[in-house]
């Protein structure tokens, strides 16, 4: 059964940069509209987080910073020029990690779970980074750490998720990381030999794709969902970022909703296997058609024919070179 975690607030809610700022909004609302139109799940309602559960991840300094910019009665930046403060962030971050520790909570009942405002991989302990105030996921993942829950991660996303690696680098949990990666493209992390250190150690992959990749280098990067059969994870958690599509203003990958539907389809498959129950994020989206990547990932996982959702057009393909050089990247990560 699929479950989607959902406020009305999520509408009017967005860290990103000013000029993305009504883009990425936008990008919830047609979601929630598609969604409730072309899928059938049941709606959660979340639950706000206590202010001291920012404290199991992030420093306390760090949260005095958002509790005080809450109150600044205007627009500005919590880091060097990303992710903006505006009055009442603050609630809006326990929204946030709230949403997230709903899901964990129905999870329980409810074997697939989606929050579409979430999936804030770039926050550190002290500090916003990447338009993200906070990190859910590392949040939730600590909390099935501590229920000695067996996890495993699946980042896609335009952007490393550096800030769970970071968190996350030794311990137990199984990483997959899919990003467009050059060497400086934000955040500039996600070198191949980072593998992950004491517990974590060989658990950390970071499947970095060339610039411009497409569909089918993706399809590609998606054999690496395999090592989830190895690990046994009882929770699998997906940061579903649709920013790597190709019409996305962040220009990275040129991606089409048939890669999250079969991401989707590809988690629904091992799932179907293991028997893990799945948390999964929206992530970052800030193009026209970032939704479709949202509604074409939850067709997928819930085992909706993609033409219910609207899915049509053709895959992308890369040009050689990218895909010669990506293959050489995932041949080289799958030997060391
Ligand atoms: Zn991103």
Not at 65 to 74: F, I
Not at 135 to 163: P, Q, S
Not at 227 to 253: Q, T, W
Request: glycine fraction near 10%.
């Amino acid at each position: 059964m699929l479950g989607v975690v959902w406020d009305d607030r999520f509408l009017n809610i967005s860290f990103s940069h000013p000029m993305i700022r009504d883009m990425s909004k936008a990008r919830i609302r047609k979601f929630i509209e598609l969604a409730r139109d072309s899928l059938s799940f049941v709606e959660i309602k979340p639950e706000q987080a206590s202010e001291e559960v920012l404290l199991e991840v992030h420093t306390r300094e760090y949260v005095n910073k958002l509790k005080e910019v809450s109150k600044v009665e205007h627009m500005g930046f919590l880091d060097s020029g990303d992710t903006v403060h505006y009055p009442g962030i603050f609630e809006d971050v326990l929204l946030v990690v709230g949403s997230s520790l709903t899901a964990l909570e129905r999870s329980k009942f409810i074997d697939q779970i989606y929050v579409p405002l979430g999936g804030f991989h770039h926050a550190l302990p002290n500090k916003a980074m990447g338009f993200c105030p906070v990190n859910d996921v590392v949040i939730t993942v600590k909390r099935l750490l501590n229920n000695r829950e067996r996890v495993a991660l699946v980042d896609v996303d335009a952007h490393h998720g550096n800030g769970v690696q970071e968190m996350l680098y030794k311990e137990k949990v199984l990483k997959i990381n899919v990003f467009a990666y050059n060497g400086s493209f934000f955040p500039g992390t996600g070198r191949l030999e980072e593998r992950g250190e004491g517990e974590g150690k060989g658990l950390n992959y970071n499947i970095g794709l060339p610039l411009g990749s497409g569909d089918d280098v993706f399809e590609d990067a998606l054999s690496f969902l395999d090592l989830l059969e190895d690990f046994h994870p009882s929770y699998v958690l997906v940061v579903a970022g649709v920013d790597g599509m190709i019409d996305d203003n962040l220009k990275s990958l040129n991606l089409t909703p048939w890669s999250y539907y079969s991401l989707g389809k590809k988690v629904a498959k091992i799932q179907r296997n293991l028997g893990f129950n799945v948390i999964s994020y929206g992530g970052g989206g800030y193009g026209e058609n970032s939704y479709l990547g949202m509604v074409g990932f939850l067709a997928g996982l819930s085992g909706v024919s993609s033409s219910i959702v609207g899915l049509k057009g053709e895959k992308t393909s890369t040009d050689k070179d990218i895909f010669d050089e990506a293959r050489k990247r995932m041949q080289a990560l799958k030997k060391s």
